[in-house]
């Protein structure tokens, strides 16, 4: 049975500027992602990456196209529907963006107040649970200063999972880190996502994590040049892990 589709784009372009400045960056860009899918992208500098992700993320306006992510169209949505959209979706970008004046609970803590029906209690259980899962389960009273940067980017990942998401959207994860950490990092976020059955994108350049994919994307230029299968069974991917909820 084919899962159902978590991101529908047809079509979309995308411009900076306006006026004599006003430049295309995306073109004609369609693709789609299904529950529980990880989908790499890759691409050169500059390329229209970054903005792909932030119009899938409903952090910008789509002004050109079809952009449905959860069944929702973006393109002329409402604020108050984009801001429903964006409590569904975990995301980690390149700067972790922790907050240094709060310890790495409280930070992971953060993403759960918005859904406010939570007592803190539980939200603080749920919280070291998801650092505990992490391997961060010594450090959830330590401050982001010192933790090193493959652990504060695992904090960051414990902060996009711990509200169960159903999208994943990562802007180059691995880019900080070392060879080991940033492999480790990934498996993490793969093994995680995979319990909770969500799906991510991930931005990256980086070759060596290319084998966790489902799917590769390319974007050249604004284009999505070309799709990739590897042929793997999703189900497959699925591995124990210890028990998040
Ligand atoms: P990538 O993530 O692949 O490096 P980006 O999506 O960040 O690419 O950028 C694509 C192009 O759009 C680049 O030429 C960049 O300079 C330009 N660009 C990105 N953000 C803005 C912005 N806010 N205003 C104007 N131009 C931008
Ligand atoms: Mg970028």
């Known amino acids: 049975m084919r899962s159902h589709s978590v991101i529908t784009i047809n079509q979309v372009n995308h411009y900076y500027g306006s ?40 952090l910008r306006a789509t002004q050109e196209g079809s952009l449905k992510v959860f069944g929702h169209e973006l393109n002329g949505a409402s604020e108050n529907l984009l801001v429903r959209v964006r409590h569904n979706i975990g995301y980690i ?36 649970a998801m650092l505990e899962a992490v391997g961060l389960g010594k450090q959830i009273h330590a401050y982001p200063d010192e933790l090193s940067g493959g652990q504060k980017q695992r904090v ?7 509200s169960h998401p159903k999208l994943i959207l990562a802007d180059e994860p691995t880019a900080a880190l070392d060879k080991k950490s940033g492999r480790d990092v990934v498996e ?22 290319l084998d ?14 070309s799709v990739e299968n590897t042929n793997r069974n999703i189900e497959e991917t699925t591995r124990p892990l210890l028990p998040v909820s």
Do not use: Y
């Open 93 to 128: 970008f390149q700067a972790h963006n922790l907050l240094n004046s709060l310890t790495t609970r409280q930070n992971v803590q953060m993403s759960l107040e918005l859904h406010e029906k939570l007592p803190l209690s539980m939200r603080q259980q749920k919280s070291e």
């Open 19 to 58: 006026g004599k400045l006003r430049k295309q960056i995306l073109f004609e860009v369609s693709t789609e992602i299904r529950a529980g899918e990880v989908v790499i992208m890759m691409g050169p500098s500059g390329s229209g990456k970054t903005t792909l992700l932030t119009l899938i993320g409903a």
């Open 156 to 162: 960051a990942i414990a902060r996009a999972l711990v």
């Open 212 to 225: 966790i994919a489902d799917r590769l994307i390319h974007m050249e230029d604004g284009w999505l040049t």
């Open 188 to 209: 993490l976020m793969q093994q995680l996502a995979k319990q909770q059955g969500c799906s991510i994108l991930i931005v990256t350049h980086d070759n060596r994590i």
